[in-house]
């Protein structure tokens, strides 16, 4: 019996750490100039996929990202630690794409891997805190959605029950496939890397990454097909262009302004007994507190 | 043009929700701005009554689909009945609130609508837009406006050829305003059956356990808030107790609670709450732009931190360059000896 399950990660960059050089003259973000790492969320929703596939005898877990090239180093690390293969959405024609023309995309990619019974994707990134991409994909798949999961109560080859992490409490609800889910950071952290895992895949490669590092890699896909991390362009997922990149972005960025901090005279001081004192008299005389 | 929409949430009691409360006033604004009305939709089990809650926030129309299986939320439904609302009033502008039910549901009526949503957003405002390529003029867009990428810039977002026009905001964000008391709303009552089918019940809701608002740093006058630099959810404790002491609440940066320190609850900023207390006292933030966005609007801004370069002590009336285990003892003996 099958059981395919896609997750959707995204390579990110750290805003944690971001410089100067962060945004282009367009608005876009620079990503070349970042440190890129695995989406905090998507972690959570691997975690969960595998989860699934623990439990679902022949089940497969399949990562999907969109994304430059280097995007490959989250499909590697997604099978060190339990995915079964990889596919990279990877295209120039992409470019500049919102959350629309992104799902629209990611939806055409889950489509070519039909028949899919869920897809699981992290609530949301870190670059653009928007949680969106997750609905989008289930709404241009006309798949019921589950956002904010927290952990799996229940699941079998029928349905899963899920627990929903909410504002001021918790939902449990029982959806059938095929549906996605996005999964809140408050769950199941990801497992770690396999060592055997790790010694498994520690070649897969794309076919851009094999031509730019000029290995001789021989007939390495043909012995050990599982290593090939497969890239899909505009045709290969049978995009309309029309709906991608910038020009099947629906938002624009108008204007994008550096923070400019309207400083105010500050009162400024070290802390000591007399300067507090001072103070507290000085917010009670004019009655901010007491 | 075309009307402004409001996608009101329901509380666990059946009321209105605040966020949806808040977006009615920014609504009416924005409605005003652009000479057209504002028309909120509302989807649950509740009675005709609850157009009372909307009429003082200068609400003209409100769509009204009520059911037993709207209730609680669940998205297909919902999605179903906006969208069928959407395509037939074809509103210029539609805000939902930034909550786990307007995250779940704006984007999937968003992508059916083929329309541009922006999440999050801080500030919303109408204004025009010329092309730079073509040239071509767009007048009365909706300014979505939030901060993005690591906080380091503000980005205006505009949708020039979709409608509606989307956008999510949080709690707190946009002022709550009463227009007037007997103001002449309109309930139009929505036959929702046309837009359903049995396939957007395949969610089932097994079991809900929701708490009635616990706590609720919004209204209060005095926040006392702790970021990273607080350093524990030990050290935390203190920040209690000058707030208890001062009558306050207590707020945490995104970085505060993503450590642990304090409940989500107390989260101030861009994906948090949004505050306008009397006094803020800023202890161990540094204060990114996300954050300032919850908090900048406060009137007195006391900042508490070892770093004298911290970019909050640029918007802060008052800054202590000091360790906040050592400032806050010393806050709390002065409080008390001078509000005797």
């Known amino acids: 019996m099958s059981f395919r399950i896609v997750v959707l990660a995204k390579q990110v960059p750290d805003t944690r750490n971001v410089g100067k050089d962060a945004m282009k003259a367009d608005g876009t973000v620079n990503r070349a100039a970042l440190p890129a790492i695995f989406n905090p969320e998507d972690l959570n929703a691997l975690e969960m996929a595998l989860r699934v596939k623990d439990q679902i005898d022949g089940a497969e877990v399949i990562i999907v990202t969109m994304g430059p090239p280097r995007a490959a180093d989250i499909i590697r690390e997604s099978m060190y630690r339990g995915a079964d293969s990889g596919i990279l959405i990877t295209d120039r024609r992409f470019a500049g794409s919102d959350t629309l023309a992104t799902s629209y995309a990611i939806s055409m990619a889950v489509r070519k891997l039909f028949p899919v019974n869920l897809v699981i994707a992290g609530r949301q990134a870190i670059d653009g805190d928007t949680a969106q991409v997750g609905p989008q994909v289930a709404e241009k798949l006309n798949f019921p959605q589950v956002t904010y999961a927290e952990s799996i109560e229940a699941v079998d080859t029928n349905a899963i029950t899920i627990k929903r992490r909410l504002e001021r409490g918790i939902e449990v609800v029982k959806m059938p496939y095929p549906s996605v889910i996005t999964v809140h950071g408050s769950a199941a952290p990801c497992r770690a890397r396999n060592a055997k895992r790790l010694l498994k895949f520690k070649k897969a490669r794309t076919l851009t990454e094999l031509q730019e590092e000029s290995m001789d890699y021989g007939d390495l896909f043909e012995n050990r097909p599982y290593l090939r991390i497969q890239e899909w362009s505009v045709e290969d997922i049978e995009a309309n262009t029309e709906y991608l990149g910038l020009g099947g972005s629906p938002t624009k960025v108008k204007k994008i302004e550096n923070v400019v901090f309207t400083a105010k005279e500050s009162l400024v001081m070290e802390g000591n007994d007399e300067e507090l004192n001072h103070l507290m008299k000085n917010l009670i005389d004019t009655h901010i507190i007491g | 043009m075309n009307n402004v929409f ?335």
Do not use: W
């Not at chain 2, 356990?209 to 630099?229: D, F, L, R, T």
């Open chain 2, 6 to 340: 409001v996608y009101c949430e329901l509380t666990e009691e059946n009321s209105v929700a605040e966020v949806s409360i808040e977006l009615c006033s920014k609504g009416r604004k924005l409605a005003n701005d652009l000479g057209v009305k504002l028309e909120a939709v509302l989807i649950g089990n509740m009675s005709e009554e609850i157009a009372s809650q909307l009429s003082p926030l200068g609400v003209d129309v409100l769509h009204l689909a009520q059911d037993k299986r709207f209730s609680p939320y669940t998205t297909m439904p919902h999605a179903a009945i906006v969208c069928g609302i959407f395509r037939k009033e074809q509103p210029e502008i539609a805000l939902f609130g930034a909550t786990s039910v307007g995250r779940d549901l704006a984007p999937r009526v968003a992508s059916e609508l083929r329309c541009g949503l922006t999440a999050d957003c801080t500030s919303l405002e109408i204004g025009n837009h010329t092309e730079a390529k073509t040239g071509k003029e767009y007048t009365n867009l909706l300014y979505q406006i939030r901060p993005a990428f690591g906080g380091n810039i503000i980005a205006t977002i505009i949708n020039p050829d979709t409608r509606p026009q989307m956008a999510t905001v949080r709690e707190g964000v946009m002022k709550k305003e009463m227009v007037s008391n007997n103001y002449n709303i309109e309930v139009k009552k929505v036959d929702a059956e046309q837009f359903l089918n049995p396939a957007h019940f395949a969610v089932e809701i097994i079991e809900r356990h929701i708490e009635a608002q616990k706590i609720n740093i919004k209204n209060s006058n005095i926040i006392v808030a702790g970021g990273y630099g607080v350093g524990s959810r030990e050290n935390f404790k203190l920040l209690f107790e000058l707030a208890d002491a001062l009558g306050g609440e207590v707020g945490a940066s995104r970085a505060a609670v993503d450590a642990g320190y304090v409940e989500h609850e107390r989260q101030i900023g861009q994906t948090g709450v949004t505050v306008r207390p009397k006094l803020y006292i800023a202890c161990g933030i540094s204060g990114a732009v996300q954050h300032r966005a919850g908090m900048a609007e406060s009137a007195t801004i006391i900042s508490i931190n070892n770093d004298p370069n911290a970019p909050i002590n640029n918007i802060a009336d008052y800054v202590i360059n000091g360790e906040v285990q050592d400032v806050i003892p010393k806050m709390i003996k002065y409080y008390r000896s001078n509000s005797k």
